[in-house]
Nanobody
């Protein structure tokens, strides 16, 4: 059974960088589309970025404010998906979750993902 564990969050100053990791165990991630979601305090969880199954290979950014700053990638050898976050802003503060779905295509819809990690806190503050 697939399990996901996020790591890499923390407190960072504005303009700083973090790399979030979503490590999988139990099943190879090659066959899953993986999404990163953010949930800011008092707000609903929303899709940030997604990378398709390895047989598709596409990726998407769903939030305009992070385009050019966030990059999603996967390392199949390490069974891990990453979210590189650069030029961080206070409004990026949220709990970030990774999630998996078997479907071929990316989606930013929370309800279309079957398996979730526990989340990692990202706080951007001076």
């Amino acid at each position: 059974q697939l399990q996901l564990v996020e790591s890499g969050g923390g407190l960072v100053q504005p303009g700083g960088s973090l790399r979030l990791s979503c490590a999988a165990s139990g099943v190879t991630l090659n066959y899953y589309t993986i999404g990163w979601f953010g949930q800011a305090p008092g707000k609903e969880r929303e899709g940030v970025s997604c990378i398709s199954r390895s047989d598709n290979g596409g990726s998407l950014i769903f939030v305009d404010s992070v385009k050019g700053r966030f990059t999603i990638s996967r390392d199949n050898a390490k069974n891990t998906v990453y979210l590189q976050m650069n030029s961080l802003k206070p409004e990026d503060t949220a709990v970030y979750y990774c999630a998996a779905r078997r479907n071929f295509y990316c989606s930013g819809a929370v309800g279309l993902y079957d398996i979730w990690g526990q989340g990692t806190q990202v706080t951007v503050s001076s």
